[in-house]
């Protein structure tokens, strides 16, 4: 069985300062996805990124960066320069080969103006 | 860029009554999933369907639910007599083939009175 950790429930934040997002996972298969939702208060999903467990490399699309380190079974999320438009639950997901999500329990993102 | 689409966003329902949630995938999609949030809490799986029938359904997922593709377009999950702790939002996601990502639907808020 596979299982997600998002030990923040809560973070605030003043607008401009970087916001990083701890994610913890668990899983013996040696094939997996991970993912990153987002969920603003209106209550849809939104993909954010995703990393397969054979990609190690770290990325920065935008002021999105990731670190995803499988020594510790983390994928943690960085969000540079957060803007109040940034405020939402953030989710990290997990999936196998049978492609069903397993979500963390999410973190909620306050950023103050 | 093509979407998910759930219908209706708000469904406001009498205990013991039987509710239909209705989702269009996108369309050169295969697989189709429904999850469910309570709220506060984490996204859970619910179902996948794929090649016209289940591939996996969770705990949550007991005789009260069915899921159909009726026509070849849309993706309905059934509740057969609802209960209270029914409420909940519902999202329906779909994706491609291969390891392509989950692409969700803005959801349904299920309230059950």
């Known amino acids: 069985a596979q299982k997600v950790t998002q030990a923040q429930t809560e973070i605030s934040v003043v607008e401009k300062e970087d916001v990083t997002l701890d994610c913890v996972y668990e899983?013996?298969?040696?094939?997996?996805?991970l993912f990153w939702y987002k969920q603003p208060p209106s209550g849809e999903l939104v993909f954010l990124i995703r990393?397969?467990?054979?990609?190690?490399q770290n990325e920065i699309s935008g002021r999105y960066s990731w670190n995803f380190q499988k020594s510790t079974s983390s994928f943690n999320f960085t969000i540079t320069a957060s803007q109040v438009v940034d405020s939402a639950v953030y989710f990290c997901?997990?999936?196998?080969?049978?492609?069903?999500?397993?979500f963390g329990a999410g973190t909620t993102v306050t950023v103050r103006a | 860029e093509p979407e998910v689409t759930q219908t209706p966003s708000h469904q406001v329902t009498q205990m013991g009554q039987e509710v239909i949630l209705r989702c269009v995938p996108i369309?050169?999609?295969?697989?189709f999933y429904w999850y469910r949030q309570i709220l506060g809490q984490k996204v859970e799986f619910l179902v996948s369907?794929?090649?016209?029938?289940?591939?996996?359904k969770s705990e949550i997922f007991d005789d009260q639910f069915s899921v159909e593709r009726p026509d070849g377009s849309n993706f309905t999950l059934k509740i057969r007599s609802t209960k209270l702790e029914d409420s909940a939002m519902y999202f329906c996601?779909?994706?491609?083939?291969?390891?392509?990502?989950?692409?969700f639907g803005d959801g349904t808020r299920l309230s059950i009175l």
């Open positions: 369907f794929y090649n016209n029938e289940i591939s996996e």
């Open positions: 369309s050169n999609h295969l697989y």
């Open positions: 899983t013996r298969d040696t094939t997996y996805y």
């Open positions: 997901a997990l999936t196998l080969n049978d492609y069903k999500l397993s």
């Open positions: 996601a779909s994706r491609s083939y291969g390891d392509q990502p989950q692409h």
């Open positions: 990393r397969n467990s054979f990609d190690e």
